[in-house]
């Protein structure tokens, strides 16, 4: 048996106001494309197919296009779970009609937590497609009490498979939940994952999946093994946030011998556009080839950059965010500079960076001197006056008369 | 060839803040009843499905459910389509592959207009589900600028259809639009309805739908047909407005032989609770028997009443809306009363019948010389001061004194 492990699709995320539709319509066409060479038994998509409840239309669309080619053209069975970021019943709809077909979708969790059956040459594998929900849910639904974390749901879940499940054949779990080899809290969560619940309870131990002869998970964006090789995250297909620069995504491909062991390849995906920072100085930055990436700039510069994000983008147009690491120093003379914040600045400091920006060279002896006569001039008038004063005298100064 | 014609089910919807959903799933149990019972061929549904293009969860369940009894549990075809209500990718999704199960679903036009085809002992049958599109949709799709009202885009569908309609077949069309016998302006619309247009160019003539064998619409909230008994609404199943009042609510039973003629069978539904105007005194009204119907009441009485939907509701319970038939009269020591709206009535006016509401007797002669005499000082007096006097003293005067 050989299966496709994927999740976290998000389709219809924004990062930094920009729709990732278009780079996810081109990976996705990647991945079909690995589906198409490699003929997998199945493929595994473990939750957040959408990045919220109710997407907008264009990822709606694509999904329909993405598991239409998966499920009708390729014949290759699809075996999917709600995330939290998904709407259990919106994905739920049709499911039972859509099952015949091979699209198998579990949105909403039920009682009966009934496996779908895949055959290959060695009998049965019984996959265990268990949705994401919240600890009150399965509380209500298996009528136990004594639910309240993430980790009781899951070890009532878990129980509950193990107490019905056929010991003859190979069992896969597919799940959505934050795994730790114990259950302990860990820090390798994403800027773009969203918590589970608000004040840590929704860690979830590794050990419950013991059982399984593989566990495809799903919620954390960087893929990677809880335990041991057989529990895994399979990661998101693109990166969707800064924060996951330097995470390799792509998916798994898992082939199960007859005792139910797994080999596990990892397949990497090519984005259209990396997410990665830039750190240089505007100058040197310019002269970077036009390049198309997600980038988040880092500017090195020591004076203050106007207009930054156009300039920016006229190297790089996908350009996300742009910031200056070294704050405004206040120049003194080719003085070493001492770094403070841009709010600590004293006027002259703050005037002297500025002109230099604008006129490209240093402020004359005399241009300062006229400086602090006119600021020292507004200081003593009252502020409705002043601001007249400051447009013109500063408009003077400018201009290095 | 045998088929149910439904529409407008507009599953989610909220009449004055209540949600139907329960009065609906009772209506569609008795409605897939009836697909047991006749064992129709198949079941159209002519649009607006959702109230909205986003529903509540309940109704998309709701939904879920009843699909899936008529397509997998009774075996019956459905062919639906989108009306103006609901989002075209949303309730797309998926239909390439609930196809195979025999669930159509036509949530966008697509340029080829392929039909649906069913086969009787006769022959064929073919059904063309066109969802609702907006004009500007349609001059998109078939890239013919001529087309600028709904009645030329229903044009362009109807004229592309006939071009390559097979002959030998029997046609239906499934439409969801405003059609009246020649396109002109009619006034048969309720206010559950929502415009397809603003400016009066939605209406669509139904001699472009001459060439089918049926015509099964959804929009208009009433059942009727149009032109001739070919071209049928099949109305809502439920009322949705007390404007709906006097409906029928039902669907069509079409029974098409070998040429392609039709006889039609209107079936009725009946709501657990029927919408309906109640007009009547409060004091008669206190007496009828308690009945869960959603009742708009219009109250007879004279006088002004004291928290009227409170009264109504110890009667009627789920009554939506009260309303006096007459406005507060002013009242003479028994002479003949002029009909007035209460912001026209005096102080003195005002305040007796106030009274008589809560002491259930007239004014004294005395207690109504206390009042004037209050008002009149009350008058004198700042807004600020009289403010907590008013409080007081008509306490006083309420008790008699």
Same mark, same amino acid.
């Given at each position: 048996?050989?299966?496709?492990? &994927?999740?976290?699709?998000?389709?219809?995320?924004?990062?930094?106001?920009?729709?990732?539709?278009?780079?996810?319509?081109?990976?996705?066409?990647?991945?079909?494309?690995?589906?198409?060479?490699?003929?997998?038994?199945?493929?595994?998509?473990?939750?957040?197919?959408?990045?919220?409840?109710? #997407?907008?239309?264009?990822?709606?669309? /694509?999904?329909?296009?993405?598991?239409?080619?998966?499920?009708?053209?390729?014949?290759?069975?699809?075996?999917?779970?709600?995330?939290?970021?998904?709407? #259990?019943?919106?994905?739920?709809?049709?499911?039972?009609?859509?099952?015949?077909?091979?699209?198998?979708?579990?949105?909403?969790?039920?009682?009966?937590?009934?496996?779908?059956?895949? %055959?290959?040459?060695?009998?049965?594998?019984?996959?265990? /497609?268990?949705?994401?929900?919240?600890?009150?849910?399965?509380?209500?639904?298996?009528?136990?009490?004594?639910?309240? &974390?993430?980790?009781?749901?899951?070890?009532?879940? &878990?129980?509950?498979?193990?107490?019905?499940?056929?010991? %003859?054949?190979?069992?896969?779990?597919?799940? !959505?939940?934050?795994?730790?080899?114990?259950?302990?809290?860990?820090?390798?969560?994403?800027? *773009?994952?969203?918590?589970?619940?608000?004040?840590?309870?929704?860690?979830?131990?590794?050990?419950?999946?013991?059982?399984?002869?593989?566990?495809?998970?799903?919620?954390? !964006?960087?893929?990677?093994?809880?335990?041991?090789?057989?529990?895994?995250?399979?990661? =998101?297909?693109?990166?969707? =946030?800064?924060?996951?620069?330097? !995470?390799?995504?792509?998916?798994?491909?898992?082939?199960?011998?007859?005792?139910?062991?797994?080999?596990?390849?990892?397949?990497?995906?090519?984005?259209?556009?990396?997410?990665?920072?830039?750190?240089?100085? +505007?100058?040197?930055?310019?002269?970077?080839?036009?390049?198309?990436?997600?980038?988040?700039?880092?500017?090195?510069?020591?004076?203050?950059?106007?207009?930054? +994000?156009?300039?920016?983008?006229?190297?790089?147009?996908?350009?996300?965010?742009?910031?200056?690491?070294?704050?405004?120093?206040?120049?003194?003379?080719?003085?070493?500079?001492?770094?403070?914040?841009?709010?600590?600045?004293?006027?002259? *400091?703050?005037?002297?960076?500025?002109?230099?920006?604008?006129?490209?060279?240093?402020?004359?002896?005399?241009?300062?001197?006229?400086?602090?006569?006119?600021?020292?001039?507004?200081?003593?008038?009252?502020?409705?006056? =002043?601001?007249?004063?400051?447009?013109?005298?500063?408009?003077?100064?400018?201009?290095?008369?």
């Amino acid at each position: 048996m050989k299966f496709f492990h &994927t999740a976290d699709w998000h389709l219809g995320k924004l990062v930094q106001n920009v729709y990732m539709t278009e780079d996810q319509r081109l990976v996705l066409q990647e991945f079909v494309k690995a589906i198409e060479e490699e003929k997998p038994d199945a493929v595994i998509i473990a939750g957040d197919l959408y990045d919220r409840g109710v #997407p907008p239309t264009e990822a709606v669309n /694509l999904l329909d296009e993405v598991l239409e080619t998966i499920v009708l053209k390729l014949n290759t069975p699809v075996l999917a779970i709600a995330g939290n970021h998904d709407s #259990p019943s919106r994905l739920h709809f049709g499911s039972r009609m859509m099952k015949s077909n091979g699209y198998h979708m579990a949105g909403q969790i039920s009682k009966q937590l009934e496996p779908v059956v895949l %055959n290959d040459e060695h009998g049965e594998v019984h996959f265990h /497609l268990i949705p994401y929900a919240d600890p009150s849910v399965i509380r209500y639904v298996f009528e136990d009490e004594e639910v309240k &974390t993430h980790n009781d749901a899951m070890r009532k879940i &878990t129980d509950e498979i193990a107490a019905r499940m056929n010991a %003859n054949a190979r069992h896969v779990f597919v799940g !959505h939940a934050f795994v730790t080899p114990t259950g302990e809290k860990e820090d390798n969560t994403s800027d *773009s994952e969203r918590p589970l619940s608000i004040g840590g309870a929704e860690h979830v131990s590794a050990t419950l999946f013991e059982k399984f002869h593989y566990t495809a998970l799903g919620h954390l !964006h960087q893929a990677h093994f809880v335990l041991n090789e057989t529990i895994h995250y399979a990661g =998101s297909p693109l990166k969707y =946030s800064i924060s996951e620069e330097k !995470h390799k995504k792509g998916f798994f491909i898992v082939e199960m011998d007859e005792a139910g062991k797994v080999t596990i390849e990892k397949r990497l995906l090519t984005p259209a556009r990396d997410m990665r920072t830039v750190e240089a100085k +505007m100058d040197e930055l310019l002269k970077h080839p036009i390049n198309e990436d997600y980038v988040f700039v880092r500017l090195l510069d020591e004076t203050p950059v106007l207009m930054p +994000m156009e300039k920016v983008r006229s190297v790089y147009p996908n350009a996300m965010h742009v910031e200056r690491v070294i704050q405004a120093p206040i120049v003194k003379d080719g003085e070493a500079t001492e770094k403070v914040a841009r709010t600590k600045m004293d006027d002259l *400091s703050l005037f002297k960076a500025f002109y230099q920006e604008v006129k490209g060279t240093a402020l004359a002896e005399e241009t300062e001197e006229i400086f602090l006569e006119v600021l020292q001039e507004l200081l003593q008038k009252d502020n409705e006056q =002043s601001a007249v004063k400051i447009a013109v005298t500063t408009n003077r100064a400018a201009k290095g008369v």
